[in-house]
C-alpha cells in the first residue's frame, strides 16, 4: 500500500506536459527543485492538522479515561472489560503514533523522521487494526459461547488475559511485511531527489503488494467481519425467540419488548460502525493496489486521507457505543472516584449478556433480567447500594 507518490502525483497534475518539459528541461536543477518543493497545498496542511487534531484528541481522551476507570475500579475487573481496555490502548497506538506519521510524510515532499518512524509509520497501524479487530471478534464469540452454551464453564479473567496475549502476538506478526518492507529510499524525481518513506518490496514490486493487500484485507476485515455478523446474528435470533419464564404482567411484558429492540438494535450498529469505519480505506487500498497504472484508480490523497479519517473516527465511537452509554461508567466519570457498593450487575454492564443465559434465579421471587452490554432487558429493581 504504497503512497509515496501521492502527493507528487497529486502536484504534477496541475500541469500540462508543455508546461512540465518548460519546468524540468529548460530550467536548472536548483529552481526546479524549488519550484516543485514550494507546491505543498497549505490549505491542506491545515485542514489535515485540524481535522485529525480533534480526532486525535478525542480519541485520546475517552481511550484513556476508559482504561483508567476499568483499572482502577476492581469491581469492573472482568473479562469483557479487559477485552474493551485492550481495545482502547490498541486505539492509543494508532492515534498516537500512525496519524501523526502519516500527516507528516503526506504534507512534506522529504522524510527526515529516520527508518525507525518510518518503518513504525504502517506498522503501527496494522498492528493497532489487528488488535482492535481480533478483540471484537473475541467479544462477539465470547457472548455467542455465554448466550448459546450457558451450561460451559464462562471464561475465566485468566483466559481472558492469555487471549489478550495471544491477540497481540498475532498482530505484531502479520504486520511485520509492512514494517520490513518500509524503507526510506532516496528517489529521483525528473531533476529533484527526494528522500521518502516508502514500501520496498523485492521484484515483481506490484504482484507483492497486490497479494499482501488482499491477504491484509481478508484478515483484518472480511474474516473477523463475517464472524462478528454471524455471532451477533445468532445472539439476536436467540434473544428475540426467548420469552420471559414465569408470571409477568403486561406492563413488564412491553418493558422486555422494548428492550430487546434497543438490545438488538446495539448490536446491529456494533457491527455496522466496524463494517463502515473500516470499508473505505480497505476499498481504497484494493482498487488503488489491483490497478495502480489505471487513471481511474490512481492514488489520491484527499482520497486517502479521507478515508484513513473515517477509520480512525472508530476509535471515538467504539468507547462511547461499548462503553459510555453504560450508566456504570457514567458514575464513574461524573462522581470521579469509585463508589462503594456491594456486588451487583448493575444495569447495562457489558457482563449482563452472561445472565441472560441463566434462567430465572429459583431462589427468589424476582423477575430474572436478561442482560446485555450497555442495556438491560428489563429494568429491575436495584439491589441496595452505596452511592458516592
Known amino acids: 500500500m504504497d503512497h509515496d507518490f501521492t502527493l507528487i502525483y497529486d502536484y504534477l497534475d496541475n500541469f500540462d506536459n508543455k508546461t512540465l518539459k518548460n519546468l524540468f528541461e529548460n530550467t536548472n536543477s536548483s529552481l526546479a527543485s524549488s519550484h516543485f518543493h514550494g507546491g505543498i497545498d497549505q490549505s491542506r496542511t491545515l485542514w489535515l492538522g485540524l481535522s485529525f487534531g480533534i480526532l486525535v484528541l478525542l480519541s485520546l481522551c475517552f481511550n484513556s479515561l476508559i482504561c483508567c476507570i476499568i483499572f482502577r475500579n476492581k469491581n469492573l475487573h472482568t473479562v469483557t472489560n479487559i477485552f474493551l481496555a485492550n481495545m482502547a490502548m490498541s486505539d492509543i497506538l494508532l492515534v498516537s503514533i500512525n496519524v501523526p506519521l502519516n500527516i507528516v510524510r503526506n504534507v512534506t515532499y522529504e522524510w527526515t523522521l529516520g527508518i525507525i518512524l518510518c518503518k513504525a509509520l504502517t506498522y503501527s497501524i496494522m498492528v493497532s487494526s489487528y488488535v482492535s479487530t481480533f478483540t471484537l471478534t473475541a467479544i462477539a464469540f465470547d457472548r455467542q459461547r455465554v448466550l448459546l452454551h450457558p451450561l460451559k464453564p464462562r471464561m475465566t479473567k485468566q483466559t481472558g488475559a492469555a487471549v489478550i496475549v495471544v491477540i497481540w502476538i498475532m498482530a505484531f506478526t502479520l504486520a511485520l511485511p509492512y514494517g520490513f518492507f518500509n524503507s526510506v529510499r532516496e528517489m529521483d524525481i525528473f531533476v529533484v531527489k527526494v528522500t521518502r518513506c516508502r514500501s520496498a518490496f523485492p521484484e515483481p514490486k506490484m504482484k507483492w503488494e497486490q497479494y499482501l493487500t488482499i491477504a491484509t484485507i481478508l484478515v483484518q476485515y472480511v474474516i473477523p467481519l463475517t464472524i462478528i455478523g454471524v455471532a451477533y446474528v445468532r445472539i439476536i435470533h436467540k434473544l428475540w425467540l426467548r420469552n420471559q419464564l414465569g408470571y409477568v404482567t403486561e406492563d413488564q411484558r412491553m418493558r422486555q419488548i422494548r428492550a430487546k429492540r434497543k ?37 489520491d490523497s484527499l482520497a486517502f486521507f479521507v478515508c484513513l479519517w473515517v477509520a480512525v473516527s472508530s476509535t471515538c465511537i467504539n468507547p462511547f457505543l461499548y462503553c459510555w452509554i453504560n450508566p456504570h461508567f457514567r458514575s464513574r466519570i461524573m462522581k470521579k472516584k469509585a463508589c462503594r457498593e456491594k456486588k451487583e450487575k448493575s444495569e447495562g454492564s457489558f457482563e449482563e449478556l452472561e445472565d441472560m443465559a441463566s434462567g430465572p434465579d429459583t431462589n427468589t421471587q424476582e423477575t430474572h433480567v436478561y442482560k446485555f452490554p450497555v442495556l438491560s432487558f428489563l429494568k429491575q429493581k436495584s439491589d441496595k447500594s452505596v452511592y458516592c
Open 263 to 299: 438490545s438488538i438494535k446495539l448490536l446491529i450498529a456494533v457491527v455496522m460502525v466496524f463494517a463502515v469505519c473500516w470499508m473505505p480505506l480497505n476499498l481504497y487500498h484494493l482498487l488503488t493496489d489491483l490497478h495502480p497504472n489505471t487513471k481511474t484508480f490512481k492514488y
